[in-house]
């Protein structure tokens, strides 16, 4: 069975493999055609060299949808050397790049990623948002405590039932004190049904 995380060869694949990290670069770069960027870009994760990191974090703001995905599942794939530029790039203007930044860092799920994300909470865009506290839901950072508790509030559902499984997987008096709290106020369904999971 084929991997999902590995794409379809492109037609001239071969081309710029054998031009080796910096074909791959180029390819990823310049490339008129997604398919091309997005197996340059698994590639680029698969060598895992500190080289791919830029034109990667370059990637996540791609047009096309399965460039990002696949971008980001590099980042990840690098690992630690990725943090401080994934960090960098939560301060892009666009959304996009922002959002896949937040995933990879919540992919790498190390305790330098921590920050980033916490300050990614605050973010102007719901998604972004989100992403952030799924990435830190997979850390459980009691750090993470006090900035989740005021996305309870949040005006996206999906943030709010997010930050009520990050908290969750944080747990802890504090927690449960803030998710009976917000459970006072909630109004939709399946956040209620979130936080009495978590509140289990």
Same mark, same amino acid.
């Given at each position: 069975m084929a991997?999902?995380?590995v794409p379809q060869k492109p037609e001239g694949a071969e081309d710029f493999?054998? *031009?080796?990290?910096?074909?791959?670069?180029? &390819?990823?770069?310049n490339s008129t055609d997604p398919q091309?960027? *997005?197996?340059? &870009?698994? !590639?680029?994760? =698969? @060598?895992?060299h500190p080289r791919a990191i830029q034109p990667l974090i370059e990637a996540l703001?791609?047009?096309?949808?399965a460039v990002r995905e696949q971008a980001t599942l590099a980042l990840s794939s690098i690992g630690k050397a990725a943090i401080e530029?994934?960090? &960098?790039?939560?301060? =892009? /203007?666009?959304? =996009?790049?922002?959002?896949?930044?937040?995933? @990879?860092?919540?992919?790498?799920?190390? =305790?330098k990623a921590v920050q980033p994300l916490i300050r990614a909470l605050k973010d102007n865009r719901d998604h972004v948002r989100y992403m952030a506290a799924k990435g830190l839901r997979e850390l459980g950072d009691s750090d993470a405590?006090?900035?989740?508790v005021i996305l309870l509030k949040d005006?996206? /559902?999906?943030?709010?039932?997010? &930050?009520?499984?990050? !908290?969750?997987?944080?747990?802890?008096? /504090?927690?449960? @004190?803030?998710l009976s709290r917000a459970l006072e106020h909630e109004e939709d369904e399946k956040v209620k049904e979130a936080i009495h999971e978590s509140l289990k």
């Open positions: 991997d999902a995380n493999e054998k *031009q080796g990290l910096e074909g791959l670069v180029r &390819a990823l770069r091309v960027r *997005q197996y340059a &870009a698994y !590639l680029l994760g =698969e @060598a895992k703001g791609d047009f096309d949808k530029p994934l960090a &960098a790039a939560m301060k =892009e /203007k666009k959304w =996009e790049t922002r959002y896949r930044a937040a995933e @990879a860092l919540g992919k790498i799920a190390d =305790e405590l006090e900035p989740m005006e996206n /559902k999906y943030v709010r039932m997010m &930050a009520v499984r990050a !908290l969750g997987a944080i747990g802890g008096k /504090k927690v449960h @004190a803030a």
